[in-house]
DNA sequence: ACAGCCCCTGAACGGTCGTTCATTTGGCCG
DNA sequence: CGGCCAAATGAACGACCGTTCAGGGGCTGT
């Protein structure tokens, strides 16, 4: 081989763009997104990303430091919005942790559904950040994890979950981890052309979800 | 930046190497095995995996035609393994769904923890293949989703499973796919040094994935 | 009208990439 | 011991990377 723009094979739709006219510092954005998402983010050229909105790869840099930062910039939003919008849908759930799972779930996956280019960049890319960087979006995920691991410790102190166990005991760390793959990753092969609607994904996976923690009736 | 060696901040372990003792296409398939693992197949160079088995660049190509061919015969082995043991393992399990699910997802968790660099590699670094080679690993890929579809398929008829419902009517391609994305990603995060053994894992995963579809105790 | 500033352009820089190839190595067979 | 050939070397090639920077509009406010 002796070209270098081989693409993934993956994945997502096409872009490509006239003088974009929002606000460059957006269109830069989106063009990073739709591109990242498509083709990884070592592959994608400045070059590629600047022609995506019209311009040219010199004015990537009156708006980002660098690549890498830009990278960081756009999976930093996409996952602060993430932990805002579990928080709240878990605090406006009431009291009971069937519904908290319930909402949690909801709106995790139904965001992954909508905003599927967003979440693959956020979730395929990370590992391609500077070192540096990568600390604030890994403590989001955590924070997150931790949410659910709450939700699971609450419904098992007052008896209204029943997991299952492993090695005599239960690991909701586990449990929780091995959700959030599944509610994640829905990101990765959903698409909007498909037969289920967003709402009814959402619906499946809290089914799974509350079957899988014995979630009582 | 000016450099180009950052690497992925994520997962697995180190290596590098003096001479390795076997087979040289072998020790260059371990070597590439573990960079593309740690790293990831568009930083890792040539010249990397050259010297992570004692040798220099150029040797590779008396073993492989291109470094994509490389990639594609490391995952092509791995992928090909893992269709072999789950479909084996579904064959030896009887005829109850019950135990083919409980089977496969021994088979298949347990051998996503021990083998986790395989695992990565074949599920991560696919899309980086060419277009024309990437065809058979999702042949192999789909092959076995349709052995989760057939088994839940079987229960669901049998009346021992009674899975969720999405939109009116039971998509059990959806639950398929959402069972194997838990199932693949415990290689993104399982330690070896972590508190469950992998005996334990594949339990836990079972006890999930049954309580999930609905399976009758 | 004109200065000042923001933003964009596109050539240039130093470096690295996958791949090729003439040459050398080293083990095996007669 | 000499010939043979598979295998390894390492310089070289052409391409392209992220980033810099001098130069050039086209707004704005005065």
């Given at each position: 081989?002796?070209?270098?723009k081989q693409a993934r094979?993956?994945?997502v ?6 003088r ?10 989106a063009?990073?997104f739709q ?14 990303i600047m ?7 010199g ?5 980002f430091k660098?690549?890498?930062?830009l990278?960081h910039d756009i ?5 602060g ?7 709240q849908a878990?605090?406006e759930?009431g009291s009971d942790?069937?519904?908290?799972l319930a ?12 905003l ?7 979730n395929?890319?990370i590992?391609w950040?500077d070192?540096g960087r990568?600390?604030?979006i890994?403590r ?6 931790d949410?659910?691991?709450g ?11 029943d997991?299952?166990?492993a090695?005599?005991r239960?690991?909701l760390k586990a449990?929780?981890?091995a ?9 990765m092969w ?5 037969e289920?609607a967003?709402e009814e ?5 809290a089914?799974?979800a509350?079957?899988?923690?014995g979630a009582?009736?």
């Amino acid at each position: 081989m002796t070209k270098r723009k081989q693409a993934r094979t993956d994945v997502v739709a096409p872009a490509v763009a006239e003088r974009d006219q929002r606000q460059p510092i957006e269109a830069i954005r989106a063009a990073a997104f739709q591109q990242f998402a498509e083709r990884g983010y070592p592959v994608v050229t400045v070059r590629d990303i600047m022609k995506a909105c019209g311009l040219t790869q010199g004015a990537l840099y009156n708006h980002f430091k660098s690549k890498d930062e830009l990278l960081h910039d756009i999976i930093a939003s996409t996952q602060g919005e993430l932990e805002r919008l579990c928080q709240q849908a878990v605090a406006e759930a009431g009291s009971d942790p069937r519904a908290k799972l319930a909402a949690f779930v909801r709106v995790y996956v139904m965001r992954h559904c909508r905003l599927r280019v967003e979440a693959l960049v956020a979730n395929r890319e990370i590992g391609w950040l500077d070192p540096g960087r990568v600390a604030d979006i890994r403590r989001s995920r955590r924070a997150i994890r931790d949410i659910v691991v709450g939700i699971l410790a609450q419904g098992v102190e007052s008896g209204l979950f029943d997991p299952p166990r492993a090695g005599g005991r239960v690991d909701l760390k586990a449990i929780a981890m091995a959700l959030l793959d599944q509610w994640t990753h829905v990101s990765m092969w959903y698409g909007p052309g498909g037969e289920i609607a967003e709402e009814e994904m959402a619906r499946l996976y809290a089914d799974m979800a509350l079957r899988a923690v014995g979630a009582r009736a």
